[in-house]
């Protein structure tokens, strides 16, 4: 294989930022045909096609995206060498790119991504928002993992995979009680009011059956789709709140909320939804290998906690 052509490397990476040729080649002062056979001359080279065309557009391919990690690495490297030699030097880093459903626990996603906080070699980048443009980004190669709550659905032709990273227990939690009675599930839901994950929660349908078979209607206070609300609401109003521990839990240790009892019928599941790539992000292997999820809660039997 010949030496790596730096000029075809930078026609790639004006293009891939770009996103248009047109424009890459009016940056460049050359023209969209010579700028387009210096693309396919890289491609060759590189035995991969480096775009793809969605209708007017130019879309990274897995490769292409590759490619332009890289290309952004060679090119910083250009800055850092420079501005070494004047005395402020720049740290080379790798990034990350997490997407995380919005209603996902925040001290979940901490969690897991830990081991890279603070280091000095790591660029996080995370993007919340609903799992299918999430999918969509996954797809596009525009982020490396998703973390969410629940699988991702899978046919023969699809190339996501799904890892189980952990099972939180749900409880039901809410204000210490004045008269430190303790909690009797299911038969006070008769009577306290409830705070609860919308309808779309898995954990809420899971809920709502267990509900159904104990004969109770409960009084619903709030219906909420994003834990970190569901959180402070937790917080703020009178009864209790169905909610996996680990999302309350500094109102738990810090005396705020208490847990008044677990729902062994009812766990969380979270995943890390990644697409099989030719070339993984290496980062996330090593989060992947490493087992770093919440911390484990042991389940156990839908009980009064003392």
């Not at 047109?22 to 001359?41: D, F, G, H, Y």
């Not at 309808?199 to 219906?223: C, M, W, Y």
Request: proline share 6%; with cysteine.
């Amino acid at each position: 294989m010949r030496d790596l052509n730096y000029n075809h490397l930078r026609y790639f990476w004006a293009v891939a930022h770009e996103g248009s040729l047109t424009r890459a080649a009016e940056r460049m002062n050359l023209s969209q045909s010579a700028l387009s056979v210096q693309i396919q001359k890289l491609e060759h080279q590189m035995g991969h096609p480096l775009f793809e065309r969605v209708g007017k557009k130019l879309v990274l391919t897995e490769a292409g995206q590759i490619a332009l990690d890289y290309a952004d690495t060679v090119f910083k490297a250009g800055d850092e060498l420079m501005s070494t030699m004047r005395g402020r030097p720049l740290a080379s880093r790798q990034v990350l790119r997490v997407g995380a459903l919005t209603t996902l626990s925040r001290n979940f996603q901490l969690e897991f991504l830990r081991p890279l906080v603070g280091r000095s070699d790591v660029e996080l980048i995370v993007r919340s928002g609903n799992i299918r443009d999430l999918l969509a980004q996954l797809e596009a190669h525009a982020i490396d993992v998703v973390l969410a709550n629940s699988a991702a659905p899978r046919d023969a032709r699809s190339s996501l995979r799904n890892h189980l990273l952990n099972e939180q227990p749900v409880s039901l939690v809410g204000r210490p009680r004045p008269d430190q009675r303790p909690f009797r599930f299911p038969d006070d839901l008769r009577s306290e009011p409830l705070l609860l994950p919308s309808l779309d929660s898995d954990i809420r349908v899971a809920f709502d059956r267990v509900l159904e078979l104990a004969g109770i209607r409960p009084t619903i206070l709030a219906e909420v789709d994003d834990m970190a609300m569901l959180r402070l609401l937790a917080r703020e109003r009178e009864g209790v709140t169905l909610v996996p521990p680990i999302v309350v839990r500094d109102e738990l240790e810090a005396g705020i909320l208490v847990e008044h009892c677990r729902i062994a019928e009812v766990t969380e599941s979270f995943y890390a939804i990644v697409q099989k790539r030719r070339f993984p992000n290496r980062l996330l292997g090593e989060l992947l290998l490493s087992g770093n999820a919440a911390p484990s809660m042991s389940a156990r039997d839908s009980q009064p906690l003392s």
